[in-house]
């Protein structure tokens, strides 16, 4: 069977060929679970070690921030999931609007890490403040990074959206949303 149009043939991958996208997006999303997981499995192991140190620089923390920007990743992954089906009903229009959305909630979520930054900057707290505050800012910013390269991925796949590449884009972003969802609750809520 010929791939469609504006997609390319995938198969030899070993099985990820089923999976939405080009299957090395995939290679790409396992790593980076992994390296973000080890990030938290080291996160966690260090709390054990020092749970009143770390109860403590938490309490500088913003669950509100956190969760606001957990509410918007999210509906930014929803707005991916409509431009996903507009490109697969040939709506190329709706697409590059849903995927503008998408775009647009990710700007929003930087600019509430920024503010979030810059208020941890306000009160003297940098990376270097505590082993807490090295580990958060360097998995948060980690994270933004990873959100500035998405948002990156959705212009581009925006000026050429294909079946493939949408896929390909919005599986990455969902990647963001996914982390986030983990990062989340291990830095600003468990105690």
Known sequence: MAA???????????????????????????S?????????????AVRIM????FAADQLHLSPLAGGINTIIL??????????????????LLSCRVWLGATALLGLVFLIVKLLEYGAKIDAGITIDTST???LYFLITGFHALHVVLGLGILCVVGIWPSRINIETGTAFWHMVDLIWVLVFPVIYLVR
């Open 4 to 30: 469609p149009e504006g997609d390319e043939d995938t198969g030899g991958w070993g099985g990820l060929e089923f999976l939405p996208g080009h299957p090395l997006i995939w290679v790409l999303i396992l």
């Open 32 to 44: 980076e679970l992994v390296v973000f997981g080890a990030f938290l499995l080291v996160f966690s």
């Open 50 to 53: 020092d749970p009143a140190g």
């Open 74 to 91: 999210l509906t930014s992954g929803l707005c991916a999931v409509f431009a996903m089906r507009a490109v697969e009903h040939g709506k």
């Open 132 to 134: 807490f505050f090295t």
